[in-house]
């Protein structure tokens, strides 16, 4: 395997983690109302989204290599 496809594969675990995470922070917010979770949640979000445009640049800058 080489560096980028690990690389690739590592960013979207990373995407699947942050997005997980985020539906649990939402569904403890749904059984708890403690507004943490709805700030951990929205945070996992923001990760998660950030991370889905990382890998896509990355992808799209190395697509010739």
């Known amino acids: 395997m080489s560096l980028r496809a ?3 594969v590592f960013i979207a ?3 699947m ?3 997980f995470s ?3 922070a939402g569904t403890q917010y749904g059984s708890t ?3 943490m979770f ?3 949640a929205a945070a996992f979000l923001v990760t998660a989204s950030g ?3 990382y890998m896509a640049a990355f992808v799209r800058k190395t ?3």
Request: proline share 4%.
């Open 6 to 8: 690990f690389h690739i």
């Open 13 to 15: 675990c990373s995407v």
């Open 17 to 19: 983690l942050a997005a």
């Open 22 to 24: 985020a539906a649990w």
């Open 33 to 35: 109302h403690q507004p």
């Open 38 to 40: 709805l700030i951990v």
């Open 51 to 53: 991370l889905g445009v």
């Open 63 to 65: 697509r010739n290599l």
